[in-house]
């Protein structure tokens, strides 16, 4: 309630990885200062890079971003919304 105007979505930290060798799902915590450049997966022992483009493998293989990708998807839409003028 005392806050300071803006209003941000709450930056999810849990995202479910899905292995792309074997499928096996896991929950991990994303760390919010650093980016996660290898997956490990424990069902099948495979190592996994980020896709190409990808900061992350939370960004290519969770079923959340990653902290810093929610962020900035945040303050873009904060830019929009200054639709229909009350004009008359
Ligand atoms: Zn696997």
Do not use: W
């Amino acid at each position: 309630m005392g806050d300071s105007g803006q209003v941000r979505p709450p930056i999810v930290l849990q995202s479910t990885i899905t292995c792309p060798r074997c499928g096996a799902k896991k929950t991990e915590t994303m760390p919010t200062d650093a980016c996660v450049f290898v997956y490990e997966c424990g069902a099948c022992g495979g190592h996994f890079a980020p896709k190409r483009g990808h900061c992350c493998v939370f960004c290519s293989y969770g079923t959340v971003q990653c902290p810093p990708v929610q962020e900035s998807s945040a303050s873009r839409n904060e830019a929009v919304g200054g639709l229909g003028g009350a004009h008359d």
